[in-house]
């Protein structure tokens, strides 16, 4: 549409509230593709309202008030210092309106291809494009959130993380030399490992209490980053979650308290999906560690593991200690007995 264009670079601040007991929030408002998009002061968005869809309050009211078109609750209030964002919401509405066509002889037959139309795309395109726009626009400060989030219904299940503090320091140098944000361990609840929305890994303690050195342990948490970079925690949960929970994490920043409870039930008892070997290797290369230990404890066989051991990237060489004896043993006691 012509004057979409005109508006493109157009920006305005307003105060947005979604409902009345909401305190109204400084936001900026732009026009999007067939969208007025409000942002907040860090250029998030956390609401579209379709052009086709906006009402406002009266006509000549100062300042002037917004609402999408079925939900008078949430508002956007634009001052009179903003009168060229007012003008250009008012031209884009009668625009559209103007546009759309007048009753004949075969509007029943538009209407119901139109109703086609917008079915199909809710049932095929929709979800799929919702869901690949939200991972594209979520922030690395939400998807913390929502792995915190996360977190805190795991540990329902599996108690408290062990934080015993001689292990601390062992800890933290494990997480900068596999290239993770943090480590957590946990007593139970996960069979092996698991990496939250926001880089997190969660390890079962029995990872470091039943193998007598550190590369075990390190071999899961490569293979844990790996897991990621080939299907994101977040993509997981999201899919999980669907398209309404999708978009109220798109629209709002949240999720629905109850969806995260039943996904944290879902992920602890669902396997972890594999990773192919080629993936693996490439990840303890770049770490320079070996994958002999980690393969043998997956399958002390070997049988299933063997490119593991025979393309070892260290094998052979004089690789860098993980950890100094003491600081295992350390690691080891972490839960305590």
Request: proline fraction near 6%; glycine fraction near 6%.
């Amino acid at each position: 549409m012509t004057a979409l264009k005109k508006y493109d670079r157009l920006e305005a601040t307003g105060l947005w509230r979604q409902t009345p007991q909401d305190q109204r929030r400084e936001v900026v408002v732009s026009i999007g593709d067939a969208t007025l998009v409000i942002s907040d002061m860090n250029d998030q968005a956390i609401a579209h309202w379709s052009l086709a869809a906006i009402e406002r309050y009266g006509t000549s009211n100062a300042p002037a008030v917004f609402h999408p078109d079925g939900d008078p609750a949430e508002t956007l209030e634009l001052l009179d210092s903003e009168a060229e964002m007012v003008a250009a919401i008012d031209t884009l509405r009668h625009a559209i309106i103007k546009a759309r066509p007048n009753p004949g002889r075969l509007r029943w037959l538009g209407a119901a291809v139109s109703v086609a139309t917008v079915a199909a795309a809710m049932i095929f395109w929709l979800p799929d494009a919702v869901h690949k726009h939200t991972l594209s626009v979520v922030p690395d400060v939400t998807r913390n959130k929502i792995g915190d989030a996360l977190l805190t219904r795991i540990e329902r299940v599996a108690g408290m993380p062990c934080r015993a503090q001689p292990a601390g320091p062992a800890l933290r140098t494990l997480a900068t030399r596999t290239g993770v944000k943090e480590l957590i361990v946990l007593r139970e609840g996960i069979s092996n490992s698991l990496i939250l929305p926001g880089g997190k890994i969660l390890v079962n303690k029995v990872l470091l209490e039943d193998f007598e050195e550190p590369d075990v342990l390190a071999g899961y948490i490569l293979a844990e980053k790996a897991r990621s970079q080939n299907s994101d925690s977040l993509d997981a949960l999201l899919k999980h979650m669907g398209l309404r929970a999708t978009f109220t994490l798109l629209t709002t920043g949240n999720l629905p308290s109850e969806a995260l409870d039943d996904y944290a039930e879902t992920v602890l008892s669902k396997p972890r999906p594999p990773v192919d070997d080629t993936t693996l290797l490439a990840a303890f290369a770049e770490a320079k560690i070996r994958s002999t230990p980690y393969a043998k404890a997956v399958d002390v066989t070997g049988e299933t593991t063997v490119r593991l051991i025979e393309a070892d990237p260290v094998a052979g060489t004089l690789a860098t200690p993980l950890l100094r004896d003491a600081d295992w043993l350390r690691l080891q006691a972490i839960c305590g007995n």
